[in-house]
T-cell receptor, first 111, second 116 residues
Framework: GENVEQHPSTLSVQEGDSAVIKCTYS??????FPWYKQELGKRPQLIID?????GEKKDQRIAVTLNKTAKHFSLHITETQPEDSAVYFC??????????FGKGTRLSVIA | GAVVSQHPSWVICKSGTSVKIECRSL??????MFWYRQFPKQSLMLMAT?????????EQGVEKDKFLINHASLTLSTLTVTSAHPEDSSFYIC????????????FGQGTRLTVV
């Protein structure tokens, strides 16, 4: 089955700096890679996703890149703000299989 | 986006009792729902995949007789934690996919279960 590795587990950045979180996956059949943001005690919220036919996707300060050959994908947050502080999870899967999540990255943006 | 409603949001029960958690897709039909468990400061771990009208598929290490899953309709799946013990205390979250969209997963609010 699919296995997703996520790094780093914790990340602290100064406000205004960029943050990068990286994930690798094992199943070459996976074709959907979402990123979720989870605040304490709340449900995960989808912030951006990418499908395997696309190499990069951007939405304002958030971007995701995908390298299918190397089986890794990354989340980039630019101009970080204190409200970006949360736990971020990457996931991988297909339309017919459940998502497998990485272990999460706790991002702290220091004002 | 699509709405998934999960109830209750929190529950405290005595050891040995059973607790039922409901997960509803409010504005779409979900042939498949997924149940996850999340321990403090850990990731979401898939417990089981719930298919409408058929038996759930459990992940390795998850006791199917302890975590009863029923998916009787295209909009409702339930998870019953039977004979709960303190080690079952956790955050349980359901997820559903809109079959029309096929990939994006929507999460319920989660249920924080505390067994005392």
């Amino acid at each position: 089955g699919e296995n997703v590795e996520q790094h780093p587990s914790t990340l602290s950045v100064q406000e205004g700096d960029s943050a990068v979180i990286k994930c690798t996956y094992s199943d070459s059949a996976s074709n959907y890679f979402p990123w979720y943001k989870q605040e304490l005690g709340k449900r995960p919220q989808l912030i951006i996703d990418i499908r395997s036919n696309v190499g990069e996707k951007k939405d304002q300060r958030i971007a995701v890149t995908l390298n299918k050959t190397a089986k890794h994908f990354s989340l980039h947050i630019t101009e970080t703000q204190p409200e970006d502080s949360a736990v971020y999870f990457c996931a991988a899967g297909t339309g017919n299989t459940p998502l497998v999540f990485g272990k999460g990255t706790r991002l702290s943006v220091i004002a | 986006g699509a709405v998934v409603s999960q109830h209750p949001s929190w529950v405290i029960c005595k050891s040995g009792t059973s607790v039922k958690i409901e997960c509803r897709s409010l504005d779409f039909q979900a042939t498949t729902m997924f149940w996850y468990r999340q321990f403090p400061k850990q990731s979401l771990m898939l417990m089981a995949t719930s298919n409408e009208g058929s038996k759930a598929t459990y992940e390795q290490g998850v006791e199917k007789d302890k975590f009863l899953i029923n998916h009787a309709s295209l909009t409702l799946s339930t998870l019953t934690v039977t004979s709960a013990h303190p080690e079952d205390s956790s955050f349980y979250i359901c997820s559903a996919r809109d079959i029309a969209r096929s990939t994006e997963a929507f999460f319920g609010q989660g249920t924080r279960l505390t067994v005392v």
